[in-house]
């Protein structure tokens, strides 16, 4: 499912990005531009990096 509409990034490509090493929101953030527009998906890429990062 889309997370951030504004860039395209689905949660997928956000739980691909924290296998590959990113551990914040601020680097989820540079790797695809999760955040870095309107804003309303920073909570839930949040969440999504958390779960992920409890999986891992
Ligand atoms: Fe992600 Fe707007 S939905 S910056």
Same mark, same amino acid.
């Given at each position: 499912?889309?997370?951030? =509409? ?12 924290? @296998? *590959? ?5 601020? /680097?989820?953030?540079?790797? =695809? ?12 890429? @949040? *969440? ?5 990062? /409890?999986?891992?």
């Amino acid at each position: 499912m889309y997370v951030c =509409l504004c860039h395209a990034v689905t949660d997928t490509q956000i739980k691909e990005a924290v @296998s *590959q090493g990113d551990i914040s929101l601020a /680097d989820v953030k540079k790797r =695809l531009g999760v955040g870095s527009q309107c804003g309303k998906c920073t909570r839930m890429a @949040s *969440q999504i990096i958390q779960r992920q990062l /409890d999986i891992e």
